[in-house]
């Protein structure tokens, strides 16, 4: 039996003066993808924040690699979460003023791994950005900008790849793509998805699923 990836146990988030969030257990298999199935305003973005260590909840615990994720705190935590996990926004959120290749150099150095500049122009290959590297955000298309957020999130082969609403504004046959790509790059990089959606045309490719 593959080792538990991502494990969580009663979960709540409490927003100031608002609402109170309770989350199911979840326990994310090595090598067996999940998702998180949900309608918009039930919390899917805020338990991956939770899972990923950048919220903390007010009730529960989180384990990454059998590591307990709030038991780390600053650079610690940001060094564990960047060599570990890989997280896809919704919104890219590329610095600006670096280029393609340097964002994703970035998310190595985080990790505090060496910079690989041949392993780095490999990934951006792979998703058909190679003549993108040199580039800046501003110069990309939206779906461009949405590769280079995918392999800044991979680089540095995490256990576990978390995406929010990748395909929620995608025709079908864009969907198709991007679910392909994503389980693609996944296994490229012994990685384990993990994505949240309202997109219920995306279900019946996970055997693993949680409704929120």
Do not use: W
């Not at 994310?28 to 990923?52: E, F, N």
């Not at 949405?146 to 995608?170: G, K, W, Y």
């Not at 296994?187 to 045309?201: E, P, Q, V, W």
């Amino acid at each position: 039996m593959a080792d538990i990836v991502l494990s969580s146990t009663q979960l709540s988030y409490q927003y100031p003066q608002g609402t109170n969030l309770s989350f199911p257990d979840i326990r994310v298999q090595g090598g067996l993808h999940c998702l998180l199935l949900g309608d918009s305003g039930k919390g899917k973005t805020t338990l991956l924040h939770l899972l990923s260590g950048f919220s903390a909840p007010t009730t529960g615990e989180v384990r990454l690699m059998d590591q307990s994720l709030y038991a780390l705190r600053g650079s610690s935590l940001d060094a564990f979460r960047a060599k570990n996990l890989g997280f896809i926004f919704q919104e890219a959120h590329l610095l600006r003023n670096l280029t393609v290749a340097e964002n994703i150099m970035l998310a190595q150095n985080l990790a505090k791994n060496p910079v690989d500049e041949a392993e780095v122009m490999h990934v951006l290959e792979q998703l058909q950005l190679g003549e993108k590297a040199n580039s800046l955000p501003h110069q990309l298309s939206r779906g461009q900008k949405q590769r280079v957020a995918i392999a800044r999130a991979v680089i540095n082969r995490p256990a576990l790849l978390l995406a929010d609403e990748p395909t929620a504004s995608l025709d079908d046959n864009n969907t198709a793509l991007v679910l392909k790509l994503l389980f693609d790059i996944a296994g490229n990089y012994g990685s384990t998805l993990l994505i949240a959606t309202h997109d219920k045309r995306i279900k019946d490719q996970f055997t693993n699923s949680y409704q929120l």
